[in-house]
């Protein structure tokens, strides 16, 4: 029988999400909803020390941007819930307890001094079967010994009992068997005594099996625990419905080896982050792609392309495209170069596909930002400024760079365009000019062009010196969109005024 597709994200709140995890969870959705299947929302908050207020709304903040949606969790409710770890502790205790009496796991008493005395004594200690009799557990004591070592209060930690020398398969859906021999693994802890929480193991089997997950999608750093969790799976009796496993690869640095940090993010200028993080404990603020100015269109279809393809060579993919053409066949097992550069193209590329009104409103607040009130202009004005320029911007804010002369007159004008093009006559010519546009009755582009192209034309003039002169005047710089389009939106009486403003500041 097929199983229903149940997927979940389940992320520990002990910082800000890494673009990563963005990934690990945007694959989780695609694959949930190209099979009509089910995406939940796990907390996996056990590690009361790293644990860091804010970290869970930062998360569900980050989903909703981007569009990756949740049908179970903390906000969403479900069948299945309670949906956060530290709300489940019965649970775990319930099944630490099965483990225990089905002598699969064992109570271990040795305090911190003693572990380290154990480690400084054999080199490459390990608690596993070679060691473990040597140690302080329920399984080297005598049984009324560890009763008044519990009757005491003694703080006590259940360890999961690997045999040792099984060779221990995990199947993998993009790598294929991987299989490792079960005596380098270490009786790993499931659960402390001292906070009444299980470790991160136990938690996350258990509750992958008691939500009927299908399939754990999630980063390769997950790879080395998957053959503790087969044996975990085994151990209860659950091998049956074991979810398949899925091992995203890396996202490596944009340059040289290793895996993306936030360092790299710092030291090559992009963030790391989906949103803006402000720790709570150092006040330290890192930067985000939604506060950047990317779209959640971008990012999400930038990410969707580390570490995957379509099986062609498209690029540019809805979120619906998305989920149509996923599939865990054409995930990459190497790691995925972080390419901020594409990043960007990503974004020029869905800039584009906003209409000049929206991106019109979208650039209100950058006028704002930079002293312009908005709304002296009409709205279609400003549209119509978006349309000449948005061909060459990556973000809304670059806006301002390319279209500022259609709010505000040139403070400056570049020197070295004046030096190339400025000369005694042009005085003397763009005074001509002026007459020239002022006897204009229509000062559109198409109108315009023909008229002063004849005029320098009849004169003799030299036409880039002309031109790139009145451009000065009205822009400041030698840069920008069609001359003409730029005057048909200035109007005449702004055109004159800032061609008299040149001649009279340009020396
Ligand atoms: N809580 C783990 C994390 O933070 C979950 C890993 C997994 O998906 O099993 O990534």
Redesign the pocket.
């Known amino acids: 029988m097929e199983r229903k597709v149940r997927v979940?994200?389940?992320?520990?709140p002990?910082g800000p999400l890494h673009i990563g995890?963005v990934r690990?969870a945007l694959y989780n959705y695609l694959f949930a909803r190209q099979h009509g299947g089910d995406m939940i929302l796990r907390i996996?908050d056990t590690d009361s020390q790293r644990f860091v207020p804010g970290a869970e709304d930062y998360i569900n903040e980050a989903l909703a941007w981007l569009g990756i949606g949740i049908d179970e969790g903390v906000r969403e409710g479900g069948n299945y819930g309670p949906y956060k770890q530290s709300e489940r502790r019965d649970i775990y205790r319930e099944h630490v307890k099965m483990l225990l009496d089905a002598g699969k796991a064992y109570m271990a008493f040795d305090t911190p001094a003693e572990l380290e005395e154990a480690r400084s004594k054999t080199p490459n200690f390990q608690y596993d079967a070679s060691t473990r009799g040597a140690m302080r557990n329920s399984l080297s004591l005598p049984a009324e010994e560890v009763q008044r070592l519990l009757d005491a209060g003694e703080k006590y930690v259940v360890r999961f009992k690997i045999e040792p020398g099984r060779d221990v398969e995990v199947n993998d859906l993009i790598r294929g068997k991987v299989t490792i021999n079960s005596s380098i693994l270490d009786d790993k802890v499931l659960y402390k005594s001292a906070d009444d929480l299980p470790t991160?193991h136990l938690a996350?089997i258990v509750d992958d099996h008691l939500m009927e997950v299908s399939h754990?999608i999630?980063?390769e750093e997950?790879l080395p625990?998957a053959p503790l969790h087969v044996l975990l799976y085994e151990a209860f009796g659950w091998a049956d419905t074991m979810p398949e496993f899925v091992h995203l690869p890396l996202l490596l640095k944009p340059d040289g080896k290793g895996k993306l940090s936030k360092r790299d993010g710092d030291r090559l200028g992009f963030p790391v982050f989906p949103l803006e993080w402000h720790d709570p404990k150092s006040g330290e603020v890192s930067s985000g792609y939604r506060e950047r100015g990317y779209l959640p269109q971008a990012v999400v279809n930038f990410l969707a392309l580390l570490g995957w393809n379509p099986g062609d060579d498209t690029e540019i993919m809805s979120m619906d495209e998305l989920i149509a053409k996923f599939s865990l066949d054409h995930c990459s097992r190497s790691g995925a170069k972080f390419d901020f550069e594409k990043g960007k193209w990503f974004n020029h590329k869905y800039l584009q596909e906003i209409s000049d009104d929206e991106l019109a409103q979208m650039y209100k607040p950058v006028l704002k930002a930079h002293g312009v009130d908005a709304s002296a202009y009409e709205d279609s004005y400003i549209a119509r400024v978006v349309s000449l320029v948005k061909g060459r911007i990556n973000f809304v804010s670059d806006l301002w760079e390319q279209s500022r002369f259609f709010f505000v007159e040139p403070e400056s004008y570049d020197e070295k365009a004046v030096r190339k093009r400025w000369s005694a006559e042009m005085p003397g010519i763009l005074t001509e000019l002026i007459g020239v546009l002022e006897g204009l009755d229509d000062f559109s582009s198409a109108a315009a062009e023909p008229v002063v192209l004849g005029w320098i034309a009849d004169k003799g003039y030299h036409l880039g010196n002309v031109m790139n002169a009145f451009r000065l005047t009205v822009v400041g710089e030698c840069k920008g969109p069609h001359m003409f389009d730029i005057t048909e939106l200035l109007g005449c009486e702004e055109t004159v005024r800032r061609i008299r403003l040149g001649i009279d500041r340009i020396k």
Not at 8 to 12: E, G, L, V, Y
């Open positions: 979940r994200f389940a992320p520990s002990t995890g690990t996996e991160y996350n754990v999630r980063g997950w625990s």
